[in-house]
């Protein structure tokens, strides 16, 4: 069986290499449009399903993986910051608070089509002026949902729930969607 990820996250494809020996990588490339008045967990599953049924259309014959990262914080989807000076102002606000993180999956072939979504709660350290203005000048933040990686040292406190799932792809939950699908 050959498989795709829609996705261009250098995060997602080292992830999924983890349970599939090999795959091809073809981003979506359609604009993220969604009912933001849905449930963050709604948005990250049609964001996701979006993502999966753009590649598979030009990929009948594959298994397509889709995936989509929302971050949900005081019922507001904070998603990839437009500029710096967005990414600073979502971090001070996450400063020393819980959010969730929403990662919508869908897997998609010829026979089955899946969506799911896994959510951790993550809390920040509290985050100084200088350590935001730091983080943000090296420019980590910048292609991350939530301004923010939980790879990065020094601002996450703790989460609870899966690890990968806040990186970008819940491996646990899409090795279980991949074996339903075969």
């Known amino acids: 069986m050959e498989y795709v990820l829609a996705s261009a996250s250098p995060r997602r494809k080292e992830l999924l290499s983890q349970i599939l020996p090999s795959f091809e990588v073809i981003p979506a490339t359609a604009d993220e449009k969604v009912n933001l008045s849905l449930f ?44 710096r000076g967005e990414a600073a102002r979502t971090l001070k606000r996450l400063s020393g608070k819980t959010h969730y993180v929403i990662t919508g999956v869908c897997v998609r072939n010829k026979h089955r089509k899946i969506t799911d979504f896994d ?11 200088d350590f935001i203005k730091i983080y943000v000048d090296g420019g980590s933040p910048l ?39 075969r």
């Open 40 to 83: 963050p967990e709604k948005i990250a599953c049609a964001l996701a399903e979006s993502k999966c049924d753009e590649v598979f259309a030009a990929n009948p014959e594959k298994t397509v993986i889709g995936c989509d990262t929302v971050v949900a914080f005081e019922g507001e989807i904070l998603g990839k910051p437009k500029d």
């Open 119 to 129: 959510k951790t709660e993550v809390k920040f350290n509290i985050l100084s002026d």
């Open 143 to 181: 292609d991350k949902a939530g301004s923010y990686g939980i790879q990065d040292g020094g601002i996450v406190k703790e989460y609870f729930g899966s690890y990968t799932n806040v990186v970008g792809l819940p491996v646990t939950l899409v090795r279980k969607m991949l074996q339903e699908v």
